[in-house]
């Protein structure tokens, strides 16, 4: 299985701060044939199911604000939530989908400071 | 617009098998790269993947439940159901069922939880 290792387990930031969360991969989710990482990222809110943000470690889904970005390549990716609302208080996970199990990280909590 | 919904029973005994069912709508999956994946989480833990059956009959399972899981699909009932053998207490949990649309796991439903007691 391919292990997913979230830093850090919790944040607090500042309203209108960025935040960034990093996740790591025990080996690479680069596929070489379409230079695509297998690298999505998800948002919970409480009592939610998980929300699909990020796909292709960088593509945004379709209605998701801009000010989420995802960066990386290889073992190695971040989520970016470049002015923090409110409304981002969550836990975010990433997920490799590059071979089953498309296993997770154990999820990064976040908080306003 | 794609929905999924799982249904089932919400208590089992620990040793009864677990029968899932996720009904959904808005895709297909006869369509070439589409599949319906199974995910739990236990409360306040983390996400765990389960199982994915493709539109070509594909099946793969969590390694580490391998022997207890067994998914299957009614393509004209759009339908996928998950069978968990041999429920424990540690396998209380809200199962989620999703939309696998090339490798990216995109709609979600709003999950079932399961409690395993006796």
Redesign the interface.
């Known amino acids: 299985d391919i292990v997913m290792t979230q830093s850090p387990d919790s944040l607090a930031v500042s309203l209108g701060e960025r935040a960034t969360i990093n996740c790591k991969s025990s080996q690479s989710v680069l596929y070489s044939s379409n230079n695509k990482d297998y690298l999505a990222w998800y948002q919970q809110k409480p009592g939610q199911p998980p929300k699909l943000l990020i796909y292709w470690a960088s593509t945004r889904e379709s209605g998701v604000p801009d000010r989420f970005s995802g960066s990386g390549s290889g073992t190695d990716f971040t989520l970016t939530i470049s002015s923090l609302q409110a409304e981002d208080v969550a836990v975010y996970y990433c997920q490799q989908f590059y071979s089953t199990p498309y296993t997770f990280g154990q999820g990064t909590k976040l908080d306003i400071k | 617009q794609s929905t999924l919904k799982e249904s089932g029973p919400t208590l089992v005994k620990p040793t009864q098998t677990l029968t899932l069912t996720c009904t959904f709508s808005g895709f297909s999956l006869s369509t070439n790269g589409m599949g319906v994946?199974w995910?739990r989480q236990s409360p306040g833990k983390?996400?765990?993947?389960l199982a994915?059956i493709s539109w070509n009959d594909d099946k793969?399972?969590?390694?580490s439940l391998k022997n207890r899981l067994t998914v299957t699909k009614d393509t004209s009932k759009n339908q996928v159901v998950l069978r968990m053998t041999n429920m424990d207490p540690v396998d209380t949990a809200t199962y989620?069922c999703?939309r696998v649309w090339t490798?990216?796991?995109?709609?979600?439903?709003?999950?079932i939880l399961v409690t395993v007691s006796s």
């Open positions: 994946g995910i983390a996400l765990e993947w994915l793969r399972y969590s390694p989620y999703a490798s990216v796991t995109d709609y979600w439903g709003q999950g």
